[in-house]
């Protein structure tokens, strides 16, 4: 790290989270203005516009990649078109303890003057809430499922290579020849094409015009520059941004630059999840980096030095903050803009260059929150490259994660893609698999699998309120057999996934009619060819997915019952669930015997894998091939970011002999503790899982340090991980750090605020995030020695 | 003749040997990753023994007290107890223990653990082979430690054959103390050998592993002399074995050897303590420390000194 990008950093990390209300005033402004004058995709581009043209600009000292979404550093906007934070909600922001977003009292104000009478009651979600059937709420409040869109708009998206080898003047011209392609046919369809193609053009005068601004004020700046060599900076920041992102990147920095300019559009546009995404970065720079290093324009030097002001920029954003959440519902700052590094060419070959290592240096040097960051291994890449991202995972980051590229590639064909939109595909957010520049692949909800096992043991009955939430599915002490038991659980997955799909479908039209995304639209294959928006089935590729989350803790539950209940005959259902209902008080023994003598999942045991793998197909079946709203398919994901906590909140004692509210296991993790076989047994049980049947998998190890010390950590993590892949799984996170370290940090939470963990899919300050995830993080199996 | 005349002829039952631990990712037990296979029953009686589980051949119950408690289901499915005693805790015991562990089977906290399983060998290497993913990733195989797995050379052998049978790569771990023809067909069926060197003194080796060091060195020689594959293995002990004189002593004994042989520095640690106790037994009266990373930087310095090839840990570096 250079002095400028040690500075930018230092400067990034000091930078408080804020939320600035610039964007919502401007979009009041221009909605009260403009109400009814164009239909709804104008209405959008040309609100976009607006922002484009007056939102304040920020260019830092010493930057040479800028561009802010917010007047400042971390000034994040709110999005009230979608969901409107009351004045309430703001207070809270800026007082809580943890994730705290500073709010002036005078915006709060303001805010309530100027910002909330006009949404209040017409946003996206306000609307959608209002059209939801009763039976989706009893749900969503129980705790089944959650709602993505609920806040945040669908997104999860990552851009592809065409931004580097054109401009938005020459997407433009594309524009064009689409509308001229429409003629004056007078049908409905074409005029609702002509509509958004129109707002598309709009979208893509906005970001030159956004880009142009900067450009000038990069000039005015340089007049007034004392100093010749930032003049010089700054005349060049001013020529780059006069080019980009109008015309295609003809260098390194311009590539950086144009990069930046539409991700800044695509956050300010919409607060889609994920925000947005370089995607193959390694490979979108290469032919830049050896350009700029045959032509003497470029240094691997200077190159770093770019990515590092390009890094911060990632920093600079945390994720709009949520509405309606308590103290206690911490959230995390990362966005989960995740970037690729390695795995495959469209051809198919070896994609690791000179930029993959150089990204590997500047991630472990910068030692930031984001942007996230993963290796894409293929068995095509080099083993010299596994070991240059485990050099830095073994630094206990949680960074870089670990994909198995080649298992993408099988997600992706089986899902229909072609094979070359495949290779150029990778993941974003957490774990996605996805078509990057041709997807609208878009996360629904998080499906609580184990709080459905809870209901069939109670006839459908919520332990929690009494409320007949499920089917009626029989007594437990009526269930004969395991099968049957298994049956009434199933029955009860369907009708819920029923539920969570009908709902879907409200959310999605909601977006499909109201909320467009006319510039991400302009970048994403094929909007521009089929006149259509990435909302409303216009990408080439439309996904839609439910995310699984518990399989451990269901698996260990039915576990346990079909070998205490059913083959034994120990326990009949009825007393095990009356030693549930009192959270095992007064039931030491049976307690200790469900934790110390179940066949558990994580032990390569046959016997609780093959339950993991018939739940996990069960779940498959109620889901995979679900139409969508938008030409597409469902499927599922097996990841719970912090979910689990959540969903096991509001569950009660279960057979494994998990306490009654303490957090679930973790995506596709074993339940926490209950892995005693070490590593290579964890990652045989959780390869019985189709992972080619998802669109992704999430796997967390925790190790020691020591473990990992030397050539022989190396070595064996290079055998996990290659050994892991050779069974065609997907993804998988190593946490390097010692509970040791950890209790510390919670006693002592001030010397430890730069101690950074994998949560799950993404790392997090491990002092922002709440106490039980703490305890959890903790509690994960720690491989101390084997 | 030598004191091996008075091993115990210990062929395995028909059911198999007893087995007290199959670790699985090991890596510090040869090349890779690998599966440790950890068989009851041993010679010598080293008094730094960190696995006193598996010195006594037959299997044993090992009684964690602190995980106890007293809930008597271990009386109620012992079928040596009539099941009327008001005895209860975790020192019960009637003394007429069969070692058949169906205490262990139903304790609910897992303070009784049955220590040795008896396994066949197709049972055994079908367990192997589960890891068989990252062996074939790591270079890594199974490796066969004790105890001393030599003490059991047919039921070896039957395990060696069917591992080379299915291309796993395979390691014995030794103290090298069994007759020169077991070692010998021992060391054409495993692809190496890792083979320890205590002490190069006869009288001490003999006075701390109740053994003589004679036919261990002369069993080395002879590996050398038919080139089998060996990956030397010195447990360094402060106040044992770390002195100049036996170090050099072992650094030229080696070094004279037909192959050059590499040399494995494994610091001691005092783990076997608690596992003594565990197992109702007295720890011997020693007071062994691990090395200090100076101590063991030393060791490998002189040992290097004379031109060998050493690492520390229990592989390549």
């Known amino acids: 790290m250079n002095d400028r990008v040690r500075q930018l950093r230092r400067e990034s990390l000091d930078a408080v989270p804020s939320v600035s209300i610039e964007r919502a005033l401007l979009l009041t402004e221009f909605y009260r203005e403009n109400e009814g004058r164009w239909p709804a995709p104008l209405m959008r581009a040309h609100a976009f516009h607006h922002l484009c043209t007056r939102k304040g600009l920020y260019l830092g000292e010493g930057e040479l990649v800028v561009g802010e979404r917010g007047p400042a550093p971390k000034a994040t906007p709110t999005y009230p078109e979608i969901t409107i934070h009351s004045a309430e909600d703001l207070e809270i922001l800026s007082s809580r303890p943890l994730t705290n977003y500073h709010v002036d009292a005078a915006d709060i104000s303001r805010y309530a003057d100027e910002v909330i009478p006009y949404w209040q009651g017409r946003t996206l979600r306000d609307r959608c809430l209002e059209a939801l059937p009763e039976e989706w709420h009893e749900a969503y409040e129980a705790g089944v499922f959650t709602e993505f869109m609920e806040q945040r708009a669908p997104g999860h998206t990552v851009a592809d290579g065409k931004i580097y080898r054109k401009g938005l003047v020459d997407f433009r011209a594309e524009i064009a020849a689409a509308i001229d392609a429409l003629g004056d046919d007078p049908s409905p369809e074409s005029r609702a094409r002509r509509e958004q193609l129109e707002a598309m053009d709009v979208a893509a005068d906005a970001a030159i015009v956004y880009a142009r601004r900067h450009a000038d004020l990069a000039r005015e700046k340089a007049v007034d520059e004392a100093d010749p060599q930032r003049r010089a900076e700054l005349e060049r920041i001013a020529e780059v941004c006069e080019r980009v992102p109008a015309h295609a990147p003809r260098d390194f920095h311009e590539a950086l630059q144009a990069y930046w300019f539409y991700h800044l559009g695509v956050i300010t546009e919409l607060n889609g999840w994920d925000a947005f995404n370089p995607g193959h970065l390694d490979q979108h720079l290469g032919p830049f980096y050896d350009q700029g290093l045959a032509d003497g324009s470029l240094t691997r030097e200077r190159a770093k030095e770019l990515l590092g002001c390009f890094f911060v920029k990632f920093n600079n954003h945390p994720a709009p903050p949520k509405v309606g959440v308590t103290a206690a519902e911490s959230g995390t700052y990362t966005d989960f803009a995740n970037i690729n590094i390695g795995g495959l060419t469209r051809e198919g070959e070896d994609a690791v260059n000179e930029v993959s290592y150089l990204l590997f240096e500047v991630i472990d040097e910068m030692h930031l929150l984001q942007p996230s960051n993963n290796l894409q291994l293929s068995a095509e890449n080099p083993d010299d490259f596994l070991r240059a991202g485990l050099e830095v995972i073994r630094k206990g980051y949680g960074f870089p994660s670990v994909f198995n590229a080649d298992a993408v590639v099988k997600e992706l064909l089986r899902q229909g893609k072609t094979v070359e939109d495949a290779r150029e595909g990778g993941t974003s957010g957490c774990v996605e698999a996805g078509a990057f520049g041709k997807e609208a692949y878009i996360l629904t909800g998080y499906f609580n699998l184990p709080k459905l096992l809870e209901l069939t043991l109670y006839n459908g009955v919520d332990p929690r309120t009494g409320k007949q939430l499920g089917l009626r599915t029989g007594e437990a002490a009526d269930f004969e057999t395991f099968d049957e038991l298994h049956d009434a659980w199933r029955a009860q997955v369907d009708h819920f996934v029923e539920i969570k799909h009908r709902g879907n479908a409200i959310w999605e039209r909601a977006y499909a009619e109201s909320a467009q995304a006319p510039f991400l639209s302009i970048i994403t294959d094929d909007c521009i060819a089929s006149g259509r928006d990435y909302n409303a089935g216009g990408a080439r590729y439309n996904t839609s997915y439910i995310q699984g989350v518990g399989i451990g803790s269901l698996t260990d539950s039915f576990s346990a019952i079909k070998h205490h209940v059913f083959d034994d005959g120990r326990w009949t259902l009825a007393e095990l669930n009356e030693a549930l209902a009192v959270d095992f008080e007064g039931h030491e023994a049976l307690h200790k015997t469900l934790v110390n003598r179940t066949p558990k999942y994580g032990n390569d045991d046959d016997r609780a894998d093959e339950i993991m793998v018939r739940c996990f197909e069960t779940f498959f079946e109620a889901v995979d091939g679900r139409p969508n709203g938008r030409g597409g398919n469902y499927h599922i994901d097996m990841l719970p970011t912090t979910c689990h906590v959540y969903f096991g909140s509001v569950i009660g004692a279960m057979p494994d002999g998990r306490r009654a509210a303490t957090p679930l296991s973790e995506g596709i993790s074993p339940v926490q503790g209950a892995d005693r076989k070490g590593p290579t047994a964890v990652f045989k049980s959780a390869a019985k899982m189709d992972h080619l049947r998802t669109g992704g998998t999430l796997l967390n190890q925790k190790f020691t340090p020591q473990i990992l010390e030397g050539r022989p950590g190396i070595d064996l993590l290079v055998g996990l991980v290659r050994g892991y892949f050779g069974m065609d799984s997907h993804h998988v996170q190593f946490n390097v750090v010692r509970a040791d370290t950890l209790r510390k940090a919670q006693l002592d939470p001030d010397s430890h605020r730069d101690l950074i963990v994998r949560v799950a899919g993404y790392s997090d300050y491990f002092c922002d995030i709440s106490r039980e995830l703490q305890d959890e993080i903790i509690e994960r199996t720690e491989h101390e020695g084997f | 003749m030598t004191e091996l005349d008075r091993l115990p002829q210990t062929e395995p039952a028909p059911s198999g040997v007893a087995v007290f631990n199959i670790q699985r990712c090991s890596i510090h037990d040869g090349p890779g990753i690998r599966t440790t296979v950890f068989i009851k029953g041993c010679p010598l009686r080293c008094d730094w023994c960190h696995n006193p589980e598996s010195l006594d051949g037959s299997p044993e119950v090992a009684i964690n007290k602190r995980q106890c408690t007293s809930c008597g289901a271990c009386i109620e499915a012992c079928p040596e107890s009539n099941g009327d005693r008001p005895a209860r805790g975790p020192d019960w015991d009637d003394g007429n223990c069969r070692r058949c562990g169906a205490c262990a089977e139903v304790c609910p906290g897992e303070a009784r653990e049955l220590i040795g399983e008896a396994r066949a060998v197709a049972e055994l290497v079908a367990e192997i082979e589960r890891d068989r993913p990252f062996f074939d990733a790591s270079g890594g195989g199974v490796t066969f430690s004790g105890g001393e797995p030599l003490c059991y050379p047919t039921f070896l ?91 050099d002593a072992m650094a030229s004994f080696v070094g004279g050897l037909p192959n050059g042989y590499p040399i494995f520095v494994l610091p001691y640690h005092p783990t076997g303590i608690d596992k003594h106790r565990r197992l109702g037994k007295r720890p011997p009266d020693v007071d062994y420390r691990s090395p200090s990373d100076d101590d063991l930087v030393a060791v490998v310095e002189r040992l290097r000194s004379h031109g060998l090839e050493v690492h520390t840990g229990g592989a390549y570096e």
């Open chain 2, 157 to 247: 052998t039957g395990c060696l054959e069917a591992c080379r049978e299915r291309g796993l790569h395979t390691a014995v771990d030794t103290s090298g103390f069994a007759s020169k023809k077991v070692v010998r067909d021992i060391s054409r069926l495993a692809d190496v050998l890792l083979y320890d060197i205590k002490h190069m003194d006869s009288e001490v080796h003999k006075k701390h592993t109740g053994v003589d060091n004679q036919p261990i060195l002369d069993n080395l020689r002879t590996l050398s002399d038919e080139n089998a594959t060996v990956w030397i293995r010195f447990p360094l002990i402060p106040g044992f074995n770390d002195g100049d004189d036996n170090l």
